[in-house]
Nanobody
Framework: VQLQASGGGLVQAGGSLRLSCAASGRPFSRFSVGWFRQAPGKEREFVAAISWRDSSTYYSDSVKGRFTISRDNAKSTVYLQMSGLKPEDTAVYYC??????????????????WGQGTQVTVSS
């Protein structure tokens, strides 16, 4: 399984970005996918996740109401729409996949496959 994260960039506070996570190597419809981020000097943290079975979604409190995770199985891609961006959202964003799992999607150890990360920088 290969994951390719893209869509990062530099944006002003209050702006929007859409990240994409394209997957290959296995039937995508069975992937649960999570987004995590790591800011400089901090540990990697959970951002959002979407289940393969019923597209249930999960968000960290820090992004709830501003970020939206979605999936397009026909394109084997999961999206993270980020709005109302804040300087504290600055981080490298990683997508991760777990095949067939629907539990503990907020935990990094759940995921078997990781993408390379995409940088998001929010200027004040």
């Amino acid at each position: 399984v290969q994951l390719q994260a893209s869509g990062g960039g530099l944006v002003q506070a209050g702006g929007s970005l859409r990240l994409s996570c394209a997957a290959s190597g296995r039937p995508f419809s069975r992937f649960s996918v999570g987004w995590f981020r790591q800011a400089p000097g901090k540990e990697r943290e959970f951002v959002a996740a979407i289940s393969w079975r019923d597209s249930s979604t999960y968000y960290s409190d820090s992004v709830k109401g501003r970020f939206t995770i979605s999936r397009d199985n026909a394109k084997s891609t999961v999206y993270l729409q980020m709005s109302g961006l804040k300087p504290e959202d600055t981080a490298v964003y990683y997508c991760a996949a777990e095949i067939g799992g629907i539990h503990y999607l907020t935990y990094q150890r759940t995921y078997d496959y990781w993408g390379q990360g995409t940088q998001v920088t929010v200027s004040s």
